[in-house]
Nanobody
């Protein structure tokens, strides 16, 4: 199992970025997948979780209405579309694979210990 994240970079406040996570060694659509962020000095926290095969999607309050998660099953790739970026979105972003088809219940989907594979992280820096 491998996850290769890309697409990070710099953006202005109010701007947009799209991150990609290319998966190999497994079928992306068979598992719940998430995007996490980790800002300097802070714990890794979940932004969104997408259940397999069109299952339910969960969002952190901080990204509702601004970030969306999607999959291209033909390319076995996960995406994170980020818009209306602000300074607080500056972080390293990670894609993560769940061992389950559905996102973990309650707030557990946003906790890193419920995932068994991680991409290497890609830096997003937002400036005014």
């Amino acid at each position: 199992v491998q996850l290769q994240a890309s697409g990070g970079g710099s953006a202005q406040t109010g701007g947009s970025l799209r991150l990609s996570c290319a998966a190999s060694g497994f079928t992306l659509d068979d598992y719940a997948m998430s995007w996490f962020r980790q800002a300097p000095g802070k714990e890794r926290e979940g932004d969104l979780c997408s259940g397999s095969s069109g299952g339910r999607t969960y969002y952190a309050d901080s990204v509702k209405g601004r970030f969306t998660i999607s999959r291209d099953n033909a390319k076995n790739t996960l995406y994170l579309q980020m818009s209306l970026l602000n300074y607080e979105d500056t972080a390293v972003y990670f894609c993560a694979k769940s061992p389950l088809r559905s996102c973990a219940a309650g707030d557990n989907w946003s906790r890193y210990r419920f995932y068994n594979s991680w991409g290497q992280g890609t830096q997003v820096t937002v400036s005014s």
